[in-house]
């Protein structure tokens, strides 16, 4: 299995500000994800982060508002534009397993807009 | 196009009783499904995984599930519930291009 880390794990921000988050994997992979988790609710794909290439988003998400960065198969970052309170979620990331549908998750980045 | 439906919000069970949490996909094709477990502040595990093997699985911490195709179910169960067990679950189907789909999730309550 993989092994995922995040950063920050949790931070509080101020509306009208920008937060990166960092997904690191302990492997090569060619895909990574990331969700978005209101309070409360299920896991929503906010895109799909592919190296070498722009990112892929779902229906809902905008580039200007989400903007990914992705420059190695190890590697990828997720920034939350121009925060309001209704950002306030847990972001996570996550990479396929090999040779299966199933993903590996990272622990997740804990967001408070105020 | 793929989606779940968990069928209950929430489900209290006594510890040491039956645990029963229903879902329902629908899919175009022959679907990869999935049960997550998110305990309190921690990550996403994979508790276990249908792939078009067997149509009972078996999953860790005792939890098994059974593919119904006439039924369009994927159920997750466990004889006996833990106070450990106590969790939001999600039932979860592939989408294609790697995708997953997560359904809204079941709260499972374990009394003691």
């Known amino acids: 299995s993989a092994v995922i880390s995040q950063k920050p794990s949790r931070d509080i921000c101020q509306r009208g500000t920008s937060l990166t988050i960092q997904c690191q994997v302990d492997?090569?992979?060619?895909?990574m994800f990331w969700y978005r988790q209101q309070p409360g609710q299920s896991l929503t794909l906010i895109a799909t982060?592919?190296?070498?290439?722009?990112?892929?988003?779902e229906s809902g998400f905008v580039i200007d508002k989400f903007p990914i960065s992705r420059p190695n198969l190890t590697f990828s970052t997720l920034t939350v534009s121009n925060m309001s309170p209704e950002d306030s979620s847990i972001y996570l990331c996550?990479?396929?397993?090999?040779?299966?549908?199933?993903?590996?998750f990272g622990p997740g980045t804990r967001l408070t807009v105020l | 196009a793929q989606s779940v439906t968990q069928l209950d919000s929430h489900v209290s069970v006594s510890e040491g009783t039956p645990v029963l949490l229903r879902c329902n996909y629908s899919?175009?094709?022959?679907?990869?499904l999935f049960w997550y477990v998110q305990h309190p502040n921690k990550g996403l595990q994979l508790l276990l995984k249908y792939t078009s093997a067997a149509t009972l699985v078996k999953g860790i911490n005792g939890f098994e599930a059974e593919f119904k195709k006439s039924e369009t179910s994927f159920h997750l169960t466990k004889p006996s519930a833990h106070m450990s067990d106590a969790a939001e679950y999600f039932c979860v189907v592939s989408a294609g291009g790697g995708k997953l789909i997560f359904g809204q999730g079941t709260e499972l309550s374990v009394k003691p």
């Open positions: 996550s990479v396929p397993a090999g040779g299966t549908n199933e993903q590996f």
């Open positions: 982060a592919n190296q070498g290439s722009e990112a892929t988003y």
């Open positions: 899919s175009s094709y022959s679907p990869s």
């Open positions: 492997s090569q992979v060619t895909m």
